[in-house]
């Protein structure tokens, strides 16, 4: 069966840098819905259309067809009082960012002070340009259910519990973040 639209695509993945330094090892497949539900990046949708079972690719995506450039006003300094403890670097919280009054976004602890701690609303993944080593281990019909809510059900994919309603869709960063 080739990818195309509605199909659910089991793909292992190894996720570098553009020097090649590995970001992420990929141990459990991406399984995804193909066909512009924005559950992995477009830029790899394009490049799995129309292949079947056993294609490999290596694909280099520039960070505007990633995660956007790094965007320094995202950062902010708080005050310790005002988080939690213990307070870790890497640690994420959800806030809003200074005057916006949109969607909360994440943001990462990147350094602890005495009083202060600074806040980054970047995605860890922002500014870089990222290289994909892919490999199609499974392709197959979507059910009517899985296109109807737009992401895959089963094993790898998603699963509806009691607080479904929120949709918390713990995925793979790179395919649970929205894109840009
Ligand atoms: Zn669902």
Do not use: C, W
Request: cysteine-free; charged content about 30%; proline content about 4%.
């Amino acid at each position: 069966m080739k990818i195309a639209k509605n199909t659910v695509v089991t793909v292992n993945y190894k996720l570098s840098d553009a020097q090649n330094n590995l970001i992420e090892e990929g141990a459990q497949p991406m399984v995804y819905l193909h066909g512009g539900y924005e559950n992995t990046l477009p830029k790899i949708e394009e490049e799995l259309d129309g292949k079947e079972v056993g294609y490999a690719s290596t694909l280099q995506v520039e960070p505007d067809d990633a995660f956007g450039d790094y965007d320094a006003e995202l950062v902010k300094v708080e005050d310790r009082s005002r988080l939690p403890e213990p307070l870790e670097v890497g640690m994420q919280f959800e806030g809003m960012a200074d005057g916006a009054d949109d969607e909360p976004m994440i943001f990462t602890v990147t350094e602890i002070a005495d009083d202060k701690v600074v806040l980054d609303g970047n995605h860890p993944l922002a500014g870089m340009a990222l290289r994909f080593e892919l490999s199609v281990v499974d392709v197959r019909a979507a059910t009517d259910e899985e296109i109807a809510h737009g992401h895959v059900h089963g094993a790898h994919g998603h699963h509806h519990g009691e607080e479904a309603v929120g949709d918390s869709d713990e995925g793979d960063h790179f395919r649970s973040q929205p894109l840009h």
